[in-house]
């Protein structure tokens, strides 16, 4: 009886215990100077790990000639397979290269690697982030002009993103703003009240154009609507600023048959040209932006968040001094000078696991002669404290000249007072 529940106890254990498939350890690479260089070397670690866990190289079976401008659906593919990672290290090699080394537990066969079904597993596995949609839809004799924001709203929120809407996240920033003035925080209303508080994460923006060009008919059968629609559309970090993806559709030609009404196919236009055709690759105009939007995010979860930094009055020397102090922090990844003006704004970029306002107590303590002039969510802005301020105020060439100058005035006017007062 003691062996039987011994035995019964041991298959429910196994049962309860977590599945682990190949566990690899791999590094991906990008080029530092891309745009999307994090994004894009996570992505090629992950496909790495891939092929060397399950033996599957997910670019030759894609036939994509192209990974860097598709590195996004190797990340989605990759993550069919893989089942969980752990980022090892990231950082900028000497040959001019972002690497990721990851540790990989790689799942054997052939997965389902469907889009959505990854994408809903990333975003049970991260904090989905918040998406708005502002679309211009100009189709000439189509009354509804939320067609194509209709489908990206679908399509993003059975993916697992969190939608929001852009009018509201401003309109509650209004209220904020009103809040704050009458709590006598009069700083904090004037930045809610501009929007610098940001309700949501990224921004699909742009707009679809066209027109419907008639009906046609093929040999007697029911007239079909025909549309001829083109679209260009971006994603913004909005945090940033900084524009991830841009996807221009030049305009064609789409017939729909079998028409119930004339919104019901200007509906069906509109998928198809945000779907695009099996036929055609890469013409998935709308799947390209959500899976934009996850593997930009997954890499700003996973490698830790690039932060902007931006310093007023910052020189070369100083900008590299600054690079040299936080390349060694723990949780710093890399560090890129962006600009440098020592007479307005120098620009730094710093990839780091940390808050905004850790980052920036490091900075003060590394550079005494700046002081945090405001802090958001992966923006810091410094400037020269008072007492720095005040020093080259006073040893500036103008300052120097007009005391010398104000002296000799004062100099001859005490001399005229001598003389004066002697006769």
């Not at 100077?33 to 090629?44: F, K, V």
């Not at 982030?129 to 502002?134: E, K, L, Q, W, Y």
């Not at 930094?309 to 100083?318: H, I, K, Q, V």
């Amino acid at each position: 009886m003691k062996t039987k529940r011994w035995i019964a106890g041991f298959i429910v254990l196994a049962c309860l215990a977590p599945s682990y498939g190949i566990m690899v350890e791999v590094e991906g690479r990008a080029p530092a100077d891309e745009p999307m260089a994090r994004s894009q070397a996570l992505a090629d670690a992950l496909r790495e790990a891939v092929r060397t866990g399950a033996g599957v190289d997910l670019v030759s079976e894609s036939q994509t000639k192209n990974f860097t401008m598709e590195f996004d659906r190797m990340f989605s593919r990759a993550r069919g397979y893989v089942k969980r990672y752990e980022v090892v290290s990231t950082g900028t090699s000497g040959d001019g290269f972002y690497v990721v080394k990851v540790k990989a537990d790689v799942g054997e066969g052939m997965p389902d690697t469907n889009d959505k079904l990854t994408l809903q597993m990333m975003a049970r596995e991260h904090q989905a982030p918040r998406v708005a949609i502002s679309i211009d839809e100009q189709i000439e004799e189509v009354k509804n002009g939320t067609l194509a924001s209709d489908w990206l709203r679908n399509q993003a929120t059975e993916c697992g993103l969190r939608v929001v809407e852009l009018e509201r996240t401003q309109g509650e920033g209004g209220m904020m703003a009103k809040r704050a003035r009458a709590l006598g925080r009069g700083q904090e209303a004037a930045l809610r009240g501009q929007g610098t508080v940001s309700g949501c994460d990224y921004i699909i923006e742009g707009a679809v154009v066209g027109s419907s060009t008639g009906e046609q008919s093929f040999y007697g059968s029911k007239p079909g609507k025909k549309f001829s629609l083109g679209l260009n559309l971006k994603v913004v970090d909005a945090a940033t600023g900084v524009v991830i993806l841009t996807e221009n559709a030049p305009s064609r030609d789409i017939l729909i048959r079998r028409v119930t009404s004339d919104t019901a196919a200007a509906r069906e236009a509109v998928r198809q040209l945000m779907e695009g055709s099996p036929r055609v690759a890469d013409s998935d105009a709308g799947m390209k932006l959500i899976r934009r939007i996850f593997a930009h995010w997954a890499a700003e979860m996973d490698l830790g968040a690039v932060c902007k930094l931006e310093f007023t009055g910052m020189d070369l020397a100083t900008a590299q001094k600054l690079k040299e102090r936080l390349s060694s922090v723990q949780n710093v990844g890399s560090v890129w000078i962006r600009s440098v003006d020592p007479a307005g704004v120098t620009v730094v970029d710093c990839e780091a696991r940390l808050q905004p306002l850790e980052l920036a107590a490091i900075i003060e303590s590394s550079l005494p002669g700046f002081k945090l002039d405001r802090s958001e969510n992966r923006y810091l802005s410094f400037r020269p404290s008072d007492k720095t301020a005040a020093k080259e105020d006073a040893s500036s060439p103008a300052l120097l000249y007009g005391g010398i100058g104000g002296g000799v005035v004062l100099a001859l006017a005490a001399a005229l007072f001598f003389l004066k007062s002697k006769h």
